[in-house]
Antibody, heavy 119, light 112 residues
């Protein structure tokens, strides 16, 4: 079964750093893109960026470029989303999802990681 | 960026009745390879989004045949022939012909 399992919920203070993870299983991790999608409380889906673990090719949405870093460790089939200095406005659910090809669709999705940033 | 505009933003439907959601893109989603990169997702309450329809009109594995997608170019429609209680949630269209990938604002379906 193809599966993406994300790390657990986080509660952080403004200014702190954070790295959340997404572990793939049941398929060749290096042959598919992994994307990250933000969903702020009560809001819609926003695409943040994607990474191709096979060669670490990474593309960012202009809205998130410079705000987050997407990376992957293909040796453990895990993709990451990280912040160096969190803001309260980063409070959201973050989903990872597999993308077969550029132009393709996201499936499956991880279960989501809730990040809460509050002083 | 390609802007995806969904209407309506909310829908209240009696079980057994049909429902329709429109999605319009600011640019054509028809690629030179002949495919149209328009997708539909459903996010049920408390769950991750799930793929319903890929490339305009193809039902994804396990999706009931009461769901259908149609359209071309910049105008697309998702139809549910007979709404059931389990169809409650927020429906999103998405384009991936061009980066950044963009989603519609979402259409919330509730049952009357």
């Amino acid at each position: 079964e193809v599966q993406l399992v994300q790390s657990g919920a986080e509660v952080k203070k403004p200014g702190e750093s954070l790295k959340i993870s997404c572990k793939g299983s049941g398929y060749s991790f290096t042959s598919y893109w992994i994307g990250w999608v933000r969903q702020m409380p009560g809001k819609g889906l926003e695409w943040m960026g994607i990474i191709y673990p096979g060669d670490s090719d990474t593309r960012y949405s202009p809205s998130f470029q410079g705000q987050v870093t997407i990376s992957a460790d293909k040796s453990i089939s895990t993709a990451y989303l990280q912040w160096s200095s969190l803001k309260a406005s980063d409070t959201a659910m973050y989903y990872c999802a597999r993308l077969a090809t550029l132009g393709g669709w996201f499936d499956p999705w991880g279960q989501g990681t809730l990040v809460t940033v509050s002083s | 960026d390609i802007v995806m505009t969904q209407t309506p933003l909310s829908l209240s439907v009696t079980p057994g009745q049909p429902a329709s959601i429109s999605c319009k893109s600011s640019q054509s989603l028809l690629h030179s390879d002949g495919k149209t990169y328009l997708y539909w997702y459903l996010q049920k309450p408390g769950q991750s989004p799930q793929l319903l329809i890929y490339e305009v009109s193809n039902r994804f594995s396990g999706v009931p045949d009461r769901f259908s997608g149609s359209g071309s170019g910049t105008d697309f429609t998702l139809k549910i022939s007979r709404v059931e209680a389990e169809d409650v949630g927020v429906y999103y269209c998405m384009q991936s012909i061009q980066l950044p990938i963009t989603f519609g604002q979402g259409t919330r379906l509730e049952i009357k």
